[in-house]
């Protein structure tokens, strides 16, 4: 097998604590068994999320040191403007504190009333937007996307043919745009290849559709691009950056997952769409230069994303999760393959094949592994999603464990230790059962519902 090699050293630590197992019942307990409610103190490898929690380079550090604060017209944000306008060959950017941020202001300016916004697949506070703005959310990515295993390369590419099938339904004026989602987040970080994106990009020129990027896993994405798409390979991170931009006509981002602890921005072709939202940026976020982030915030980024460009840094995910896939899979535990950026995601239908999805199997797996390891992770199916005006339940098409792997975070045996506690807990997997809510929040109730125990 191969084993990820760390091309970086560790100059800065922070002390864990691994709590004694009955410590960890008593607060999951407390937290409602949703792992959202726990303290971090109480969490060994905190594995809930890769946002927010990556290491940052000395070089980010330093150049934090040297912020220019100022309200208006700080030159820490003409740095960080420069760098956008040179990475995507975009003009027109709007700071924001973070991605869900951008989605916001897309939402309000785009989405009417009854229309439409396909996507190769849904992120939870995307579709939260789109829904709130009255819109509708048609996911369409391929059918090979939504197998859970298999070992093709870009699991998320966008049916295109479905594309043009709900522009022939509906009509083009009904679609407030199409985006397209890089490293696929809740099939289990599954990369778009060029390719598709070109050919969606053709069916947007046809009928005149706006095609937005959402690139907060694009890090991940570009590795794959590079290591497993011919077309790519002789090509630099940064010139595939830019064929992917050339594509698009929106270009926004979480910048938690690139580079930074803060942050998001919509980078835009065009001037008349960066009029219509610009006035969105002071109202929601703060002025234009800085968009909510600090000044220090915006210098890592704008390191972050230069780092980016450098195959070195973001093989760091992709290679540590494809170990990770590779331990389980080998185990016959049933992980998500192929393995993707993001994390290692266990196929809960196969993992606790006796607990019903209404039981939110997913959410009790979550909650059963952090009590056996004092991994944290986090529930990514059913109880993800919301209930349908009615009050129904959708069961979601996958119910994932998902352990993220905060770049450059985590030694090659702590992520020895989870595999090991995984395998512990497939090996006595009988003994988990399903949860019910005992209070349920009515928007994003996975951030702070509380369950129990069936
Ligand atoms: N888009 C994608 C693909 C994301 O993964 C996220 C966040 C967002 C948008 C929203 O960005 O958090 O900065 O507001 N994903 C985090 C996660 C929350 O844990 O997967 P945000």
Redesign the pocket.
């Known amino acids: 097998e191969t084993v990820p090699l760390e091309m970086h050293k560790v100059r800065v630590v922070q002390k864990l604590t691994l709590p004694d197992i009955d410590t960890r019942l008593a607060a999951i307990t407390a937290a409602g068994n949703n792992t959202f409610l726990l303290q971090n103190r109480d969490v060994f490898m905190d594995m809930l999320?890769d946002?927010g929690v990556n290491a940052m380079s000395d070089r980010q550090v330093a150049a934090m040191m040297v912020a220019d604060d100022s309200y208006a017209g700080s030159a820490t944000y003409t740095r960080l403007e420069t760098r956008l306008r040179e990475i995507f060959g975009m003009d027109w950017i709007l700071p924001t504190h973070?991605?869900?941020?951008c989605?916001n202001i897309l939402a309000q300016v785009l989405v009417t009333p009854g229309s439409i916004v396909p996507m190769n697949y849904h992120?939870t506070?995307?579709k939260a937007h789109i829904v709130l703005n009255g819109g509708r959310v048609e996911e369409i990515i391929h059918a090979r996307g939504l197998e859970v295993t298999s070992d093709e390369p870009f699991k998320g590419d966008m049916d295109v043919a479905a594309l043009e099938r709900l522009v022939a339904e509906h009509g083009a004026e009904r679609i407030a745009f199409v985006r397209v989602?890089a490293g696929t987040?809740l099939i289990g970080g599954q990369p778009v290849s060029l390719a598709n994106l070109r050919e969606v990009r053709a069916v947007c020129d046809r009928h005149g559709l706006t095609l937005v990027y959402?690139a907060?896993?694009m890090a991940d994405n570009l590795y794959f691009l590079k290591t497993r798409e011919a077309a790519c390979r002789d090509l630099s991170i940064r010139e595939i950056t830019r064929q992917i931009a050339d594509l698009c006509d929106v270009i926004y981002f979480?910048a938690?997952?690139l580079g930074c602890a803060r942050g998001?921005a919509i980078c835009v072709r065009d001037e008349a769409l960066y009029n219509r939202m610009r006035g969105l940026v002071p109202l929601y976020e703060g002025f234009l230069t800085y968009g909510g982030m600090s000044v220090r915030e915006i210098e890592a980024l704008t390191v972050g994303l230069d780092e980016t460009m450098d195959e070195d840094m973001i093989s760091q995910g992709p290679q540590f999760i494809a170990y990770m896939v590779g331990e389980l899979d080998r185990r016959g535990i049933p992980v998500i393959t192929p393995a993707g950026g993001l994390g290692c995601h266990i196929d809960v239908m196969r993992f606790l094949d006796h607990v019903p999805q209404a039981q939110y199997s997913a959410g009790a797996l979550a909650s059963a592994l952090y009590i056996a390891s004092g991994v944290r992770g986090m529930e990514r199916g059913t109880l993800s999603e919301q209930r349908a005006p009615d009050g129904t339940e959708p069961l979601a098409n996958m119910e994932l464990v998902r352990l993220?792997m905060p770049r450059r975070v985590f030694t090659l045996s702590q992520v020895k230790y989870a595999i090991d506690r995984i395998d512990w807990l497939w090996q006595n997997r009988r003994l988990v059962g399903g949860l019910t809510f005992v209070e349920e929040p009515e928007i994003l109730r996975f951030f702070y519902g509380r369950l129990a125990p069936v």
Request: aromatic letters at 4%.
């Open positions: 999320t946002s973070q991605g869900r941020a989605e992120f506070t995307t989602e987040n959402d907060s896993l979480s938690r997952k998001g993220a």
